[in-house]
């Protein structure tokens, strides 16, 4: 298809790419898909060996070749960091499964929290933040959530989140089992009087292949063993849920799409008119080739998508549909606060998983309860996790006792069954000064200049983190641990997003709630990117339905694609 | 390296020399939690030799006794085995040859300072002091007291990690000897998955370990 105008190119097929492909080249749309890593299978992942995928970071070292640095504040040296997957499938073949939906509130921070006034009575201290509604709300995702639920498999349902928004359709599949810590943390949240439900899951908990209305095209996949090596490791049964054995072989099934694995693009094209014409990208072999395309749509992460748009030229200036200026501003991350619990008289044998079999409790999290004098708004979320083979866990250690020797021994044998740990998952708002750009120092091994994030999490962050903080210790004591302890507040960040603000107003935001450019037609972005502001709740569900709604919005513009 | 205790390994190696047929391999394979495609796959891997055991290590016999030592206080003998009996040095000297190898050159200027420091302050190899003072000398280094010793608290720190990994990673990697790391912390091991969410039990489960030879450069 190399010389052919290809209808839709996907630059990066992971879950995003991987639900695009399959959507629009069932349509009969011509798609062709790169993605810089390799095509994996099972038999890649299928041993679950901690020291070559934990430790040594095999499905993730991609920081090796393509390296993303960071720094804090502009005074800073920005250092190389961030390993991040990188293979057809994405992520999703390393995360530990939690698939939960945002809520209604989620999408209206700026009407429902700053505009209503919930902002000044909390007296949180928002200078320098730019704070936006979403253009769409959860209604306008309601029915991609639910498609994303049961093509893909999200087992759930159990007791209902309380905060949650209203669902057309429950769950495919029940919730996974229940374990020792879920039980302690669900009896802790009760006697305290909140609402504990046991958290959605992208891993299946029986058998499940998908039925008419969804795409039964799907292969039936197994249910979860248990074995507990979900983060860093592939699944080595198929059940967690993962683009790689779900989307991407309907996609290519189809016979319309033309995959380039091991292929990176490194530019976007244009026309003097600035109207999308295709993509520049290395072959495996490190040849620079250009395809042509009707539709662009970048599928990567969210350092990566921010790098593309700014690498690319349009209309002879350089960065691409950036009329706003807003294109790398604004990105934000989760800031994970862990109170770990020890219990003497208790095995919690947290070796047993998977991690997204949990309880969560959305009490504090987004605009769920009373700020009012706290000194900040939004929140976060709670959840049971710590698993982990031992090499995960041997830093894990209260203050007071020394990292090495007899006595550090005998706590690990005594403790390494018998903790777990609550997780508060918190919020950070977009902030300017938080931002991607291109790195003048460092370059991938394909020479080309890699992303620099600055970030640090500002006032209304620190703010709520203490608070979690504090929350965390109270709900811990609650389940009856003999220790406790926690981690100190994080400089960086866990699951990016933002970068390429979505939004109703062209000045302030870079695309619509399609993803599409406001200044470019047949330019899209998608993922966690164009993100306008964060929640609690983990994001894969949401950039899943974003992804099925754009895939349907495509669809109608037939006549892009005469 | 010794292939004893990997059962995947063992079964692989059956199964290429035609000690077992197909089946029984598939079957031993299930058991430890790999698909049919998955044994067939790893076994010609290794039978083309994409796979191969780690080469002879890189440390010479001075450094790796030093490294042993302090492995040995890291995790000491008690009443149960530690970090010298699991191999944890033996990993450490692997890994040097392997996908350590950067980190080679840094690991014997430390310990060549490290000795020099022990060899004007206490006439001996760090290897050779009493238990006592190695614990002395090691919370120096931790703390970056050692002068002699450039990067001493990086070198304390990449040490101790190296150390836990040897002594709680896969044994094929050379470390956890007898699967001694999960034996004392009560880690199963690699099992396929658990029938019981065994809530306030013992999880009692022979521990196993199914990983094949470290991949080529590891």
Partial sequence: MADEIADVCLVGVGMVGGILAKELATAGLKVVGFERGAALTREDYAVRDSIHFVVRNALLDWVRHEPTTFRNSPDQRAVLQFPTTNALGGRMLTWTGQSARFSPDDFKVFSGEIASGVAARAGADLAGYEIYDWPIGYDDLEPYYERYEWEFGVAGGGDPNPFAGPRRRGYPLPPLRTSARMELFEQACKKLGYHPYQSAAGILSQPYRPAAPYDSRIEERTACAYCGHCNFYGCHVGAKTSALETVIPVALSTGNVDLHTNSKVFRINSDDSGKITGVSYFTPQREIKEQRARVVILCGFVFENARLMLLSENKGKAGLANSSGAVGKGVFAHADLHTTGLFDDYLINGFIGPNSAAIRMDDFNGNNFDHTGLGFIRGGAFATGGDGTPVQRYDNIPPGIRRWGKEYKEFLAHAYTRTFSISATTEALPHSDNLIDIDPDHKDDWGIPVPRVTFAFKQNERKLQRHFLALGETLMRGTGASKVWQSRLPNFGSRWAGGIRMGADPKTSVVNGYGQSHDIDNLFVMGASVFPTLTGYPATATISALAYRTAEYIMGQRDWFK | ?218
């Avoid at chain 2, 006794?65 to 302090?70: G, H, R, S």
């Avoid at chain 2, 010793?149 to 150390?163: A, I, M, N, S």
């Avoid at chain 2, 091991?189 to 521990?207: A, C, E, F, M, T």
């Fill in chain 2, 1 to 218: 390296m010794s292939s004893k205790g990997i059962i995947g390994q063992e079964a692989i190696r059956a199964y290429l020399q035609k000690e077992i047929s197909s089946e029984e391999f598939t079957a031993r394979m299930q058991k430890l939690g790999v698909t049919a495609g998955a044994a067939f796959a790893f076994a010609e891997k290794l039978a083309k030799g994409e796979w191969s055991a780690p080469a002879t290590g890189a440390l010479n016999l001075i450094e790796l006794k030093v490294v042993e030592a302090i492995a040995g206080r890291i995790i000491p003998t008690t009443d149960t085995p530690g970090a010298i009996e699991a191999g944890a040095a033996n990993y450490i000297n692997l890994a040097l040859a392997g996908a350590y190898q950067p980190q080679l050159a840094f690991y014997r200027r430390a310990i060549g300072e490290l000795e020099r420091h022990c060899g004007t302050a206490f006439g001996s190899s760090f290897a050779e002091l009493d238990v006592e003072r190695q614990d002395e000398i090691l919370e120096s280094l931790e703390a970056g007291k050692i002068g002699a010793v450039v990067d001493g608290v990086k070198f304390f720190e990449l040490v101790r990690r190296h150390v836990m990994e040897g002594f709680f990673g896969e044994p094929n990697y050379g470390g956890n000897r007898d699967l001694i790391g999960w034996k004392l912390v009560g880690f199963p091991g690699q099992r396929y998955g658990y029938d019981d969410p065994y809530i306030n039990r013992v999880v009692d489960l022979p521990p196993i370990a199914t990983s094949l030879p470290p991949r080529k450069g590891e």
